[in-house]
Nanobody, 117 residues
Framework: QVRFVESGGGLVQPGGSLRLSCAASKSVFIIYDMGWYRQAPGKQRELVAAITSDDSTNYADSVKGRFDISRDKAKNTVYLQMNSLNPEDTAVYYC???????????WGQGTQVTVSS
């Protein structure tokens, strides 16, 4: 079973930036799509960014133009560069591999992002 370890979250002021990292215990990035998800208090978990096995990217409308997903296949790590953060971006951020019916693996512990002045 693949395990994910998310890191890089923290407290940031509106307009600031953070870079999240997700390290996988096994080499899954070469063949599977990967995504960053977030879950805000009282809300469902949502997919905000995805990268395919051939490095095509997709973003939720709410983050398009501000977030950038990338990965280093040699390091089994996927990144999320987040710019121009606003309080609505406050959430716990997770990574996983999206499928047509959900996700491929168990969830990691996530990393908390708080945007506040």
């Amino acid at each position: 079973q693949v395990r994910f370890v998310e890191s890089g979250g923290g407290l940031v002021q509106p307009g600031g930036s953070l870079r999240l990292s997700c390290a996988a215990s096994k080499s899954v990035f070469i063949i599977y799509d990967m995504g960053w998800y977030r879950q805000a208090p009282g809300k469902q978990r949502e997919l905000v960014a995805a990268i395919t096995s051939d490095d095509s990217t997709n973003y939720a409308d709410s983050v398009k133009g501000r977030f950038d997903i990338s990965r280093d296949k040699a390091k089994n790590t996927v990144y999320l560069q987040m710019n121009s953060l606003n309080p609505e971006d406050t959430a716990v951020y997770y990574c996983n591999s999206p499928t047509a019916s959900g996700v491929r693996y168990y969830w990691g512990q996530g990393t908390q992002v708080t945007v506040s002045s």
